[in-house]
């Protein structure tokens, strides 16, 4: 059972998963979390250690009391069919003794999205199908969790998707697995803002009890698929988790490419489970505000402006799934007391003693551009390729790498190909478009570019519009009423 984040102490709101998955929003403007997790035993972690990932995935779910249809998760499950292994969705690349490459892009958009949204689109629709219902989605994307959403959810009868993006902080790789995507159930639309614009747009239109009447007396129902939804949540739960099996003597620590924080905390809840996991280490990009929250207390987003790097997904302030920590480690009325400080105030304080307990869990740094360029191009003269969001977890691996004698396991977040012009940079080439970009890499280093990276550029643009946070409600509704 899930609880929420900011609730009432005295009579919280407790709601199984399948509600949390079709109505992620909880009261106080907050999200649904587990309050405690349980932890496994030694013969239960044995037993886990034998199985494939699928079978991983059911025990897992099992464990953590998620009693979904078993046709319904087995179908889920079945997306992963469409990775480059189906068996095996994550590849382990070894760098050295201490460093390993955990690649979560191998599926259909090459972004460590859809590890979590293609299962959890499938179990979505499967519940809209069995309700009969309705349901208008709605995603904010940095760049990759828009073109997974829409790959998961195009052409389905029950669920519609409404994808909101900062008109000009995406790849155009990232771009176009959103606006070249021809399916009558969708619609992509470039927000004029950042990330964070697009993600508090989302939030207040999920808090919006007039717009969700509206949408009711269209016969639509509203949910999400960003990481607000704790049904993305569980499946980066178990790729953490399976990955950390394969050391069973050393242990691991995670290090984490990290915006809005769902892949750390996937992590992080795998650790109280039990899994052998030291410390999650946070890779941010120059948009350092998690930097300081770890490593300082602090969360100040008041004198900060969120600024434009070449590893775009991480360009985010307000990281969503931070709240999720709060509320697991301090309870709810302190999580309700922190947010609403950053919320009117843009920043909030940990008490020293919550700062030290964040410290068990926790490290921290980040990586400048020129940082990110001088590590892709050294990496890939040891003959591994990676993107910028990759390179600043290797910082990270590099600046830590002495605090333990576990593993290290670098989160490799996206696929090359969806950065190519920087990497070209990197490379030394200087600036080209992702067209030529691509070909210039792929040359050079001798690397495959996947069928559906390639086939974007021929193919028309044609979700064009540009809109203004606040006129977003109005075109939503304006589209719905054709449907």
Sequence with gaps: MLRQTRGDVQSPRIVDFETAILNPSADFGGLFAPERLPVLNTIEMRKLQKLSYIDF?????????????????????????????????????????????????????????????????????????????????????????????????????????????????????????????????????????????????????????????????????LSAANSVNFGRIIFQIVYHAYTSLGFPERGVDIIVPSGNFGNALGAFYAKLIGFDIGKVVIASNANNVLTDWITRGVYDIKERALKQTQSPAMDILKSSNVERILYMLFGASRTRELLESLDSKKIYALSAKEYMEIQNYFDATFCTDEECRLLIARYAKLGHLVDPHTATALKAYEQFNNISTRAKIVVSTAEWTKFAPTVAQALGKGKLGDKDALAFVAKTLNAPIAPSIESLFDKEEIHNKTLAPSQISGDILDWITTL
């Excluded at 390993?100 to 809209?128: N, S, V, W």
């Excluded at 009868?157 to 790849?171: D, E, I, M, Q, W």
């Design 57 to 221: 995935t059911k025990e897992i779910f099992t464990f953590l009391g998620i009693n979904l249809d078993s046709a319904v998760l087995d179908s889920a499950l079945s997306t992963y069919r469409r990775f480059d292994n189906p068996n095996e969705p994550v590849a382990l690349r070894k760098v050295n003794d201490s460093l390993y490459i955990q690649e979560l892009f191998h599926g259909p958009t090459r972004a460590f999205k859809d590890m979590a949204l293609q299962p959890f689109g499938a179990i979505l629709c499967a519940l809209a199908q069995k309700r009969k219902e309705r349901y208008l989605i709605l995603v904010a994307t940095s760049g990759d969790t828009g073109p997974a959403t829409l790959q998961a959810f195009q052409n389905d009868a029950n669920v519609f998707v409404v994808c909101l993006y900062p008109k000009n902080g995406t790849s155009d790789v990232q771009r176009r697995q959103m606006t070249t995507v021809n399916a009558p159930n969708v619609r992509v639309l470039g927000i004029d803002g950042n990330f964070d614009d697009a993600q508090s747009a989302l939030k207040r239109l999920l808090a919006d009890d007039g717009f969700k009447q509206a949408l009711e007396a269209r016969r639509f129902r």
